[in-house]
């Protein structure tokens, strides 16, 4: 089956890049996203990456894949306090409307 | 871009009573629901998937006579937790497949709703 797995916190100082990592395990899964929760709130899709890319870059963030070590992460640039929020990893596959499935989630905590 | 409207954004009710929760797709039409729960500081793990106009799919370990699930329309589908207990307080959340273009592709999530069973 499935399993997504996040380091639960990340600490950084206001300005800083962030890196917040995810292993996946399934090697059939064709799309990963990253979502943003901010306390009480539901999930804001932040950017997603299809399994035959490398990496994508969009605006502060940025993807890298290395699909061989099953393995996502995610750089946040010039880290902002409005960034603070958990932040999940999650893989679905291809064919249909398929369910997606969530990391653990990492907490990112910005320091003013 | 596609909006899932969720309500309510928290209850509080009585052990033994029921709750609804409505999922609603406001500018496309969802065939397909996703619901979750999330526990406090864990991930989200899915419940069932609704399908328009047939019975929902509910994953291992979850009770279908206890998440009842509507999908009667494109545009709505429900969840209601019946004869609820304090376990059943936690945070659910929809999602429905987003729409194409591939620059927007990925599930649009409703704001969640806060189930607190007293």
């Known amino acids: 089956g499935e399993d997504v797995e996040q380091s639960l916190f990340l600490s950084v100082r206001e300005g800083d890049s962030s890196v917040i990592n995810c292993t996946y395990t399934d090697s059939s899964s064709t799309y990963l996203y990253w979502y943003k929760q901010e306390p009480g709130a539901g999930l804001q899709l932040l950017t997603y990456i299809f399994s035959n890319m490398d990496m994508k870059q969009d605006q502060r963030l940025t993807v890298l894949l290395n699909k061989k070590d099953k393995h996502l992460s995610l750089r946040i640039a010039d880290t902002q306090t409005g960034d603070s929020a958990i932040y999940f990893c999650a893989e679905s596959k291809s064919g249909g409307y398929q369910k997606v499935t969530f990391g653990t989630g990492t907490k990112l905590q910005v320091i003013p | 871009g596609a909006v899932v409207s969720q309500h309510p954004s928290w209850v509080i009710c009585k052990s033994g009573t029921s709750v609804k929760i409505e999922c609603r797709s406001l500018?496309?039409?969802?065939?397909?629901m996703f619901w979750y729960r999330q526990f406090p500081k864990q991930s989200l793990m899915l419940m069932a998937t609704s399908n328009e106009g047939s019975k929902a799919t509910y994953e291992q370990g979850v009770e279908k006579d206890k998440f009842l699930i509507n999908h009667a329309s494109l545009t709505l589908s429900t969840l209601t937790v019946t004869s609820a207990h304090p376990e059943d307080s936690s945070f659910y959340i929809c999602?429905?497949?987003?729409?194409?273009?591939?620059?927007?592709?990925?599930?649009?999530f409703g704001s969640g709703t806060r189930l607190t069973v007293v």
């Open positions: 999602s429905a497949p987003g729409h194409r273009p591939l620059e927007n592709y990925g599930y649009t």
């Open positions: 500018d496309f039409q969802a065939t397909t």
